[in-house]
C-alpha cells in the first residue's frame, strides 16, 4: 500500500475473512482486487469465493461487505490478533500479553481483551495485574454469562495474594 502511494496507486486494503487483500480505484471509480499473496494476481469475486470456500470449508458465502475497504485501525488490530493467534499457539503467553496491551491501546474498552490479559497475566505470575484486569472485565460486563465465576476467581485471587505477604 505504501509503494503504491508513493507511486501514485492507491492501494487500500480489504480484511475478507481468512484473507487479506489490496483493492485499486481507478479514474472512472471501478475497483480492482489484488491478492497480495499471490503475487500480485488480479482476482474477481468469484475468486475470492473460491479462497474462502478453501478456508472456510465452503461454509461461508460471499458477502458484499467483505470486500469493503478497511481503516488503518482495523488492518492494525488484525495483524495484531494474528500475531496473537501465533504466539498463544506456541504457549509464548509474553509475547501474547504484549501483543494484547497493543489491542488494547486501540481498543481500551475491549472486555475479551481484558479478561484475556488478566489470564495471560495470571500465568505468569502477575496476580496483582490479573486481579486488576478480572476486576475491570466484570465492571465492563456485569452481566456478562462468566460474571460470577470471574469475581470468584478475583475473590480466590485476592485471598492467595493476602496469603503471600
Known amino acids: 500500500m505504501e509503494v503504491g502511494r508513493r507511486i501514485g496507486f492507491p492501494l487500500f486494503g480489504v480484511g475478507m475473512p481468512g484473507h487479506f487483500l489490496l483493492k485499486h480505484y481507478d479514474v472512472a471509480g471501478h475497483s ?8 500480485g494476481l488480479i482476482v474477481t469475486e468469484e475468486d475470492c469465493q473460491r ?3 478453501a478456508i472456510w470449508d465452503g461454509q461461508l458465502v460471499m458477502q458484499p461487505q467483505f470486500l469493503l475497504p478497511v481503516t488503518r485501525r482495523q488492518m492494525l488490530t ?24 497493543l489491542i488494547l491501546v486501540s481498543y ?14 495470571y500465568n505468569l505470575d502477575d496476580y496483582r495485574g490479573a ?3 478480572f ?4 465492571r465492563m460486563l456485569p452481566d456478562a454469562s462468566d460474571a460470577e465465576e470471574i469475581k470468584q476467581t478475583a ?9 503471600m505477604n
Open 155 to 163: 475473590l480466590s485471587l485476592r485471598r492467595s495474594m493476602a496469603m
Open 78 to 101: 488484525r495483524m495484531l490478533n494474528n500475531l496473537k493467534t501465533i504466539y498463544l499457539s506456541q504457549r509464548n503467553f509474553r509475547k501474547t500479553l504484549k501483543v494484547v496491551d
Open 135 to 138: 476486576e475491570e472485565y466484570v
Open 51 to 53: 479462497k474462502l470456500n
Open 32 to 39: 480492482t482486487l489484488i491478492d497480495v499473496f499471490e503475487g
Open 131 to 133: 486481579l486488576a484486569d
Open 108 to 121: 481500551p474498552r475491549s472486555p475479551e481483551d481484558v479478561k484475556q490479559r488478566a489470564v495471560l497475566r
